[in-house]
């Protein structure tokens, strides 16, 4: 979809978020530079900018992912209450929401998403050499905070470079592609952490070693081999205007991309974390702490396994339809943490909707998102989206970590499984009653 930088539609455009990719029009060159390594591909490939932003999220979410496995137990060592935790979870996960829009509006006012995006791949990396001087709940919490600050700014400008690095026609896939990528460093860090865990007693330190020591050659590789977007730089030197805050919040002027915040956020609202999944099948297993990162291996390796799948499947038969399939299986995992109790098929059926849920929604809103918004502010359009979304799951970790305090986790569960069914269909009506029509 197309608009003016004041963010009112232009003609021929889609006005709904069902976005089957047209055979004409998503084959058609963008116009800009068609050749240079920041281009997009035209010939039906990835770009290499895809696959270098890819690995540059693998070795930083294998840092990442290292201290995202031990922290829940971490923290709650440090005496953190459960209340406390879903606070912490909820600003933890929002504060990088928050920031993305900051850090997708300089890298569209600049032409320089790489650029933007490094800052905070190297904010990132020095927070983990802070945790190694923490031994207080406190200072660990505050460098946390700004490690999860590093993340927002970076969040937004590396998808803008992933989308217009990208084919129209293979968003979804090129987004799955670069998520299974990812989502390998979510998979090798938990190992690593179990396994320094399992070998050094009490090791956290060297957990944070290892994982400064990773999140430096992610940033390597993008310093060295990911490109801005040939298109973008041009424009910036062209002395266009810059976009605003102003043109990036009317971009809610577009009805397509407003009824996608509005959804993104009603069902963010009803997701609980990870940390909170996994801390309430700890505590009906009774598993031992040494083995609390392998739950974030199981989810990892299922959406290893159908991210790429899950792009093209969205690509081929509709990205809202799959985007709201995501939601179903995120409720059946609800339903199985629920009947897990300590058994194995149950925990194996869990990590697995989990991993499904996150295949065919993250890459998937992204794509959605791309075509939705103009490409000289996709950077803040994506960033507005997932800002509302990370509020959204903010609201929902205070009021897990509420709701557990009072009557347990296993009643929030209930909760959150009763609210989603009330918001998925009422958001899969909001995405899918439109006709695609061009204005």
């Known amino acids: 979809m197309s608009a003016a930088a004041d963010g009112k539609p232009i003609r021929a455009v889609y006005s709904s978020v069902r976005d089957r990719p047209s055979t004409t029009a998503d084959q058609a060159p963008p116009p800009g530079p068609p050749d240079g390594p920041g281009a997009p591909e035209q010939s039906g490939r990835i770009g290499r900018n895809v696959w270098y932003l890819g690995l540059t999220s693998m070795f930083t979410d294998i840092s990442s992912e290292m201290v995202n496995a031990i922290l829940p137990l971490y923290l709650l060592s440090l005496g953190f209450s459960p209340l406390a935790f879903g606070v912490f979870d909820g600003y933890y996960q929002g504060m990088t929401g928050l920031l993305r829009s900051v850090g997708g509006l300089i890298a569209d006012r600049r032409g320089r998403h790489k650029e933007v995006a490094g800052a905070g791949y190297a904010l990132s990396a020095a927070c983990k050499l802070g945790l190694l001087a923490s031994r207080t709940a406190g200072p ?231 075509t939705a918004v103009p490409e000289e502010l996709r950077g803040s359009g994506m960033a507005l989206l997932t800002t509302v979304t990370a509020v959204a799951r903010f609201a929902a970790s205070l009021i897990f970590g509420l709701l557990w305090t009072w009557w347990g986790p296993e009643t929030a569960v209930v909760w959150f499984l009763g609210g989603l069914a009330v918001a998925l269909p009422l958001c899969g009506a909001a995405l899918l009653r439109h006709p695609e029509v061009t204005a």
């Open 140 to 370: 660990t919490g505050a460098i946390l905070l700004l490690d999860r600050t590093g993340k927002g700014i970076r969040t937004a400008p590396r998808d803008a470079l992933v989308s217009m690095s990208s084919s129209k026609s293979r968003l979804a896939e090129a987004f799955g592609i670069h998520r299974a990528l990812d989502t390998v460093g979510a998979f090798v860090g938990p190992i690593l952490a179990f396994v320094l865990l399992r070998r050094v007693s009490n090791g956290y330190d060297v957990v944070f070693v290892f994982s400064f020591c990773f999140a430096l050659i992610g940033l390597g590789i993008l310093t060295f081999f990911v490109q801005n977007r040939a298109a973008a730089r041009a424009s910036a030197a062209a002395g266009q205007s810059p976009p605003s805050l102003r043109a990036a919040a009317g971009l809610l002027r577009i009805p397509r991309f407003r009824r996608l915040v509005v959804a993104g956020g009603a069902l963010g609202l009803m997701t609980v974390s990870d940390a909170f999944i996994y801390l309430t099948f700890q505590r009906q297993s009774h598993m031992a702490s040494s083995a609390f990162p392998l739950l974030f291996v199981g989810t990892a390796l299922a959406y290893l396994l159908l991210a790429v799948p899950a792009g093209r499947l969205a690509d081929r038969v509709g990205r809202a339809k799959v985007f709201l399939g995501g939601y179903l299986l995120l409720a059946g995992s609800y339903v199985a943490l629920h009947q897990a109790g300590s058994g194995l098929t149950g925990l194996l059926v869990l990590l697995g909707l989990l991993g499904a849920y996150y295949a065919a929604t993250d890459g998937v809103l992204m794509a959605l998102a791309s």
